[in-house]
Nanobody, 124 residues
Framework: QVRLVESGGGSVEAGGSLTLSCAAS????????MGWFRQAPGKEGEWLAS????????FYADSVKGRFTISQDIAKATVYLRMYDLKPEDTAMYYC?????????????????WGQGTQVTVSS
């Protein structure tokens, strides 16, 4: 059974940085994408970034490109999302998710396993 646990959220001022972690268990790292999504109150969920297990290939949404960095430590079965120059509009619940496929998807419905989320709040 796949289990994903996010951590690292918190409250920061605009311009600050945070690093989110997603610890995975029960997961095959051989052929899969890990993705980060977020959802703010009253807004639709948003795909942020994905990373592929077989080569660290990364993909980003335009809204976070250049400010967020996704990475992974296969040995620790952990995926990270480093966030820089945070803005109040980045305030949301952040989730990591797993997709067991060699094909990238930006759609939440294509990711099967999800963590419980970690809250990020950015004040102006």
């Amino acid at each position: 059974q796949v289990r994903l646990v996010e951590s690292g959220g918190g409250s920061v001022e605009a311009g600050g940085s945070l690093t989110l972690s997603c610890a995975a268990s029960g997961l095959s790292f051989h052929t899969r994408y890990m993705g980060w999504f977020r959802q703010a109150p009253g807004k639709e969920g948003e795909w942020l970034a994905s990373i592929y297990s077989g080569g660290d290939t990364t993909f980003y949404a335009d809204s976070v490109k250049g400010r967020f960095t996704i990475s992974q430590d296969i040995a620790k079965a952990t995926v990270y999302l480093r966030m820089y120059d945070l803005k109040p509009e980045d305030t949301a619940m952040y989730y990591c998710a797993n997709r067991s496929s060699w094909m990238l998807s930006r759609l939440a419905g294509d990711y099967r396993a999800w963590g419980q989320g970690t809250q990020v709040t950015v004040s102006s």
